[in-house]
């Protein structure tokens, strides 16, 4: 059994502090939900990294449900932002892919160095190996010495199959290498690793456009997920990099990683919101079983500090 959702509770507490000792106060300087407090809890979003344009909706949201009357207490305030960060994650979910009948479900992985692309996509690994689905990983990282042999050791964790190919090589042949066994093998996932690349190098993401392409001419559907890793900590710039491949590539879903106490995770809200990209899973760990599906609920509701809808506690 994989572990609560309290690990991601715990990963926002440093965002959840600002934010919640911010509308305190806010609040507390005696005219109540009044200008002054609108405006300061407006840079208080920002400074979440809930980004300017969702910063800007969330309080015109307050403005219009107390009327910028005074009304509205420090608790009303915070379950009324929970439940507007909440629909506004919702609003970008998407069902997952499915593959095509008899052939593998091809995951394309992407993201910057640095991120934890590769131990994510280890754990994915043993989310899908868990639930009973042969696994095959992809070496498509060629460009870094130890990237492959990262992926492999993380094969052996997680009981999966390992396709590689040499130091410098093809990317996009090692990609469809991967997926012809995977093919001929019969598994039924296939998780593709590639360079981690500077989002501003126009050079280096036409190679991972030319990777989803060659997937796609050996399985027209393929790949049926793309899925960017992004770091907590990386605030705005992670939604720099999220407009930029999915510009590129057409991203299906996020990857949070390193979300802990030192975290700000508030960047996912300004992502699904400008670009209706759904966060798919969340790292709160080094080890193998530290992901979770990601749940807005839980996520919202954590991140304002208010009582969650179900029996947990904040």
Avoid at 33 to 47: F, K, R
Avoid at 165 to 194: K, P
Avoid at 270 to 287: D, H, K, N
Wanted: proline share 2%.
């Amino acid at each position: 059994m994989r572990k609560p959702f309290s690990r991601l509770r715990d990963g926002l507490a440093k965002t959840r502090r600002a934010i919640t000792e911010g509308i305190r106060g806010a609040l507390g300087r005696g005219g109540g939900l009044d200008g002054a407090a609108l405006d300061s809890i407006e840079e208080i979003l920002i400074a979440a990294d809930l980004g300017v344009e969702t910063a800007l909706h969330l309080v015109d949201a307050l403005r219009n449900r107390f009327g910028g009357n005074g009304a509205g207490s420090e608790e009303e305030v915070r379950e009324f932002l929970a439940v507007e960060i909440e629909q506004t994650l919702r609003a970008a979910e998407r069902e997952g892919a499915q593959g095509e009948p008899g052939a593998p479900l091809v995951v394309m992985v992407a993201g910057v160095n640095g991120v934890g692309k590769t131990t994510t996509i280890g754990k994915l690994s043993r989310i899908h190996a868990d639930e009973g689905r042969s696994v095959i990983l992809a070496a498509a990282d060629t460009f870094r010495a130890a990237a492959s042999e990262q992926l492999s050791i993380w094969a052996d964790r997680s009981a999966a199959q390992f396709v590689g190919g040499q130091l410098g090589g093809d990317a996009a042949a090692v990609a469809y290498d991967a997926l012809d066994a995977a093919i001929a093998r019969s598994a039924q996932v296939l998780l593709v690793d590639t360079a981690g690349r500077l989002h501003t190098q126009k050079n280096l993401m036409q190679e991972l456009v030319k990777v989803k392409r060659v997937l796609g001419k050996r399985l027209a559907s393929a790949p049926h997920e793309v899925l960017l890793v992004i770091d907590a900590n990386t605030g705005q710039n992670a939604l720099l990099q999220a407009r930029v491949f999915d510009d590129a590539l057409g991203l299906t879903g996020l990857v949070l990683t390193k979300l802990d106490g030192t975290a700000r995770g508030g960047i996912v809200v300004a992502i699904a919101r400008e670009l209706s990209i759904p966060v798919r899973f969340v790292g709160v760990g080094e080890a193998i079983d530290d992901i979770e599906p990601f749940d807005a609920s839980a996520f919202a509701r954590g991140l304002l500090g208010v009582p969650a809808v179900s029996s947990e506690t904040t």
